[in-house]
């Protein structure tokens, strides 16, 4: 009785196992994209970017002042752990930023997300979906 109960267990169990296991793969599901928009707020500045993750290289962009990049993607759906960084330069400044972290940019970022480039770092509208700008500082390299 106690090794049907085991056998039956497993069965059941099986898929769960199997889908727990599968690699994360964010084209694996046909979910809703995220759209991230990143606009250049720096005055008379030419912005260089260019966006990645472990599997794609959204390529160089250069922004004028006040021109818009974007580039969608599907977030991952069981381990919500989407990232996806850019680099950004100008005149002789060079940094990185985490431009979406799925447990920071889920709420608030659920179709698109808008951010603003300044100096001093990024700015988000609507973060936390509270309809509020929040300003980010560059990402400290080591
Ligand atoms: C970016 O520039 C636009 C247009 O000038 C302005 O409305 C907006 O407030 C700026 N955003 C930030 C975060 O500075």
Request: charged fraction near 20%; include cysteine; aromatic fraction near 16%.
């Amino acid at each position: 009785m106690i090794t049907i109960n085991k056998f039956v267990l497993f069965v059941v169990m099986l898929p769960t196992i199997f889908v727990a296991s599968q690699p994360i793969d964010t084209n694996t599901f046909p979910f809703e994209k995220v759209t991230i928009y990143v606009t250049n707020n720096m005055t008379n500045t030419q912005l260089t970017m260019y966006c990645k993750d472990k599997h794609h290289n959204f390529g160089t962009q250069t922004l004028k002042s006040g021109e818009t990049y974007s580039f969608k993607f599907i977030p991952a759906y069981i381990f919500r752990r989407s990232l996806y960084f850019c680099h950004f330069s100008w005149n002789s400044e060079s940094h990185y930023f985490d431009i979406y972290v799925q447990t920071r940019d889920q709420h608030g970022c659920d179709k698109d997300c808008y951010w603003h480039i300044k100096e001093s770092g990024p700015c988000k509208d609507n973060a936390g979906g509270k309809g509020v700008t929040q300003c980010f500082h560059w990402k400290k390299t080591t």
